[in-house]
């Protein structure tokens, strides 16, 4: 069993190793604390073969790759590539971005060139961080990881924030206490970030002794 248990353990951190996660990132990939994983790679626990099966799917191998020192002539899995929807989907994002940033140049220009004694040209820029927030949260909610958004929406209300006072400012209203208004807006984004998070991920209890196996050692009870 102890040599089942280092061949599991060694076999998962290299595969996790190669695909560049983190103990954390794994875990959160299969709904464990990174407390197990770390248990796992140090071949205190073994997972129950449900686990094992979900680790070799996640990095395309199978379950015999996982319990082997010798693969079989199994090659390790390569590291994953972006799929090419998700490479255009990345281009859309950067080119709706940089097209905000265009219009804020224009705009800028415009005014220099035919409004030259209008104050607060340089603007542009400042209200082109909240909109192009606004073009990536929207984005970001249709093609990427949604859990991205908050802190997106901080950008977007911090960035509405300054927009506000520094065009006030151009008025000659120096409305510094709009910065406030942020104060509850971030705690609220950050609550709602935390309820919106996955569910408790299972733990390995303390007191199962660590040269048991199977679903006693990676789930709670």
């Given at each position: 069993?102890?040599?089942?248990?280092?061949?599991?353990?060694?076999?998962?951190?290299?595969?996790?190793?190669?695909?560049?996660?983190?103990?954390?990132?794994?875990?959160?990939?299969?709904?464990?604390?990174?407390?197990?994983?770390?248990?796992?790679?140090?071949?205190?626990?073994?997972?129950?073969?449900?686990?094992?099966?979900s680790v070799a799917d996640l990095f395309g191998v199978s379950l015999d790759y996982l319990v082997r020192d010798d693969h079989g002539g199994e090659l390790?899995?390569?590291?994953?590539?972006?799929?090419?929807?998700?490479?255009?989907?990345?281009?859309?994002?950067?080119?709706?971005?940089?097209?905000?940033?265009?219009?804020?140049?224009t705009a800028f220009v415009l005014l220099s060139t035919f409004a030259?004694?209008?104050?607060g040209a340089w603007l542009c820029f400042i209200f082109a961080i909240p909109v192009s927030s606004v073009v990536w949260l929207v984005l970001n909610s249709v093609w990427f990881d949604p859990m991205l958004n908050f802190p997106i929406i901080s950008v977007l209300m911090w960035s509405t924030l300054l927009s506000l006072?520094?065009?006030?400012?151009?008025?000659?209203?120096?409305l510094w206490?709009?910065?406030?208004?942020?104060?509850?807006?971030?705690?609220?984004?950050?609550?709602?970030?935390v309820i919106r998070k996955r569910p408790a991920k299972k733990t390995i209890p303390e007191d199962v002794p660590a040269d048991t196996d199977g679903e006693e050692n990676a789930r709670e009870n």
């Open positions: 069993m102890n040599d089942i248990k280092t061949t599991v353990a060694r076999n998962i951190a290299e595969l996790r190793q190669q695909a560049g996660l983190t103990q954390l990132e794994l875990a959160e990939k299969l709904n464990y604390s990174d407390k197990a994983i770390s248990k796992w790679e140090r071949a205190e626990s073994i997972p129950d073969v449900s686990v094992l099966v390790p899995p390569e590291p994953p590539k972006p799929s090419k929807s998700e490479y255009r989907r990345g281009v859309i994002l950067a080119m709706s971005v940089i097209l905000v940033w265009l219009v804020a140049v030259s004694g209008m104050r006072h520094l065009f006030l400012v151009t008025a000659g209203v120096n206490m709009l910065y406030l208004l942020g104060v509850p807006g971030q705690v609220i984004i950050v609550c709602w970030s």
